[in-house]
């Protein structure tokens, strides 16, 4: 709870000037509407006495009233300014926020919410909590004529006062359940909805897997299912406030009929005059201001709901970093009894291992294993739950961002697309390299070729650049290249790739002779052949670790690589026997997205 009033109270800071206004312009038009019924009382008592009676600064009470009709029109004006100023600052310094939070926590954010549910998180939920204060001070303001109508009517015939206190603290009790209810289903509704944007999301990034397997029914069906929780939540979000809102459409009439009631026979006792009588019905008709107080009280507390979703987000704990600004070792990493969950959802147990610099070693197991688990423990892209993790003796944890992002290079099997033009996803990234060096980046990577049929070569805007799985790949392992390293972590980035492109690509590799480290997630037999050594993972552990040569004589070991590859090196002898293809013509290489 208290997390919640802090998240409101940073979008306030933003805009405190803002915030001031509307507060005063609140105020003002609850002031100038609570003291107009009594200067038009005044004015008719003064016209039916025929002798104008004079009001405060000297004048009359018609020019009171006409005074304060403008004064409302101004300060209403200066309301609906400020109220925009207020809600539009505050939200953005809620966004700012969050995507700051997001950048910092990296992909554990991600595994801990679904992109969908962050970004409806991000836009609609954060655009809510921003307008908290606003709905806030509204309902305040809201409440300020009920109380001083409560007030007025007591000083205009006590009786009169108590028959609307009586049935302004029955509101007051009906009003504070109903906050809390609001509160708490509307956090509920923005759950359910999270949950649809998260499942959509996934279903629209695999729209080809799932028309391609005819399963377009059973996916609606799951994108769906939480719509039942989302109407359920909704319903009673609104069956509470109409039934608020029907209750206090019921009594505010009957208030009103009792205060005139006993005003009409103070009047005829001869204890009020007819202007106090008319001031005493403007008065009750300002109690209809509580039912303003109770839609915007219903407002704050779905932005109190909102608010709880962001601080969901926030909570999941950033990346933290250290101070070494610069490694001087050649890039050997270490790791000492690494952990990565716990029992037996663990994705790695215990791992123990030295990789030696300038090694390139291959990460091969079954699905499950635990291999990305491993590739992405280098980078910081996973976080162990306990054992240490060095490169060049330095624990990971203790590198700046520079220091990190300097020595760790990596390339995804869908790598993202980022910079703009194609020339400028190589580019993307801790630095930019000039144009020569993405030249060269993307000769290693096997991409020049297609680059260069593009209808701007490398400056083609990626929108108008459909690329195929493997071209997709290729780009990205492009920008690895472009950003070297002491290691270079491959996970799995070349699976869309023929292996004829694959083993280009390896070549240029060793030709380039930076002695980077090499980790690569292997599926291929003839991929593993090439490194230097092969860590073997089942289960999460290091079953093997060895030359690919020496771990072949087991069978387990071949078992990971299916039955279509019992000789590594065929490939590699069919490849340099076979003509040298055209590095501009890379059409036999062109695999669909996804695929391997």
Known sequence: MAETERLIRTG????RGSLLVLVLASVAVAGASLVLPHAIGKALDSALADAPADGPLGLTWTQ??????????????????????????????????LLGHATAAG???????PAGDLV?????????????????VGA???????VGAMVMLFRIDVWCGTAFLVGLLALSVLLGALVRTVTDVTEQYSAAQGEVAGRLTEALAGARTVAAAGTVDTERARVLEPVE????????LWSAHASAVGQSAALLPMLEVVVL??????????????????????????????????????AYGQSRGAARRCVDALEVPATEYGTVEELTGPGALTLVDVWVGSGENAALRGVTLHIPAGASVAVVGRSGSGKSTLAALFGRLVEPDSGLVCIDG??????????????VTYAFPRPALLGGTVGGTIAFGHHRPGPDAVTAAAEAAAADGFIRRLPLGYATPLPQAPMSGGEAQRLGLARAFAHPGRVLVLDDATSSLDTVTELQVTEALQRSGTGQTQVIVAHRASTAARADYVVWLDAGRVRGYAPHSTLWADPEYRANFGTGETDPFAIETLYRTAPTPDPLDDSATRVPWGTS
């Open 394 to 407: 330095q624990l990971l944890r203790d590198l700046s961002p520079a220091a990190l992002h300097t020595a």
């Open 12 to 15: 306030v800071r933003s805009v």
């Open 229 to 236: 929780d989302l109407r359920r939540h909704g319903a009673s």
């Open 120 to 136: 409806s998180r991000t836009s609609a939920h954060a655009e809510q909590t921003g307008a908290a204060p606003v709905r806030l």
């Open 107 to 113: 992909p554990r954010l991600t595994r801990a919410i």
């Open 140 to 146: 305040f303001a809201a409440g300020i004529p009920a």
């Open 64 to 97: 009171i009233a006409v005074g304060l009709l403008l004064g409302v029109g101004v300060a209403e004006s200066m309301l609906a300014l400020s109220g925009g100023a207020v809600t539009a600052g505050a939200t953005a310094r809620i966004r700012h926020r």
């Open 261 to 298: 009631a006993v005003a009409g026979w103070q009047l005829s006792a001869g204890r009020i005059s007819v202007g106090d009588m008319v001031a005493a019905g403007a008065y009750v008709g300002l109690g209809v201001e509580v039912v303003n107080a109770l839609a915007k009280l219903i």
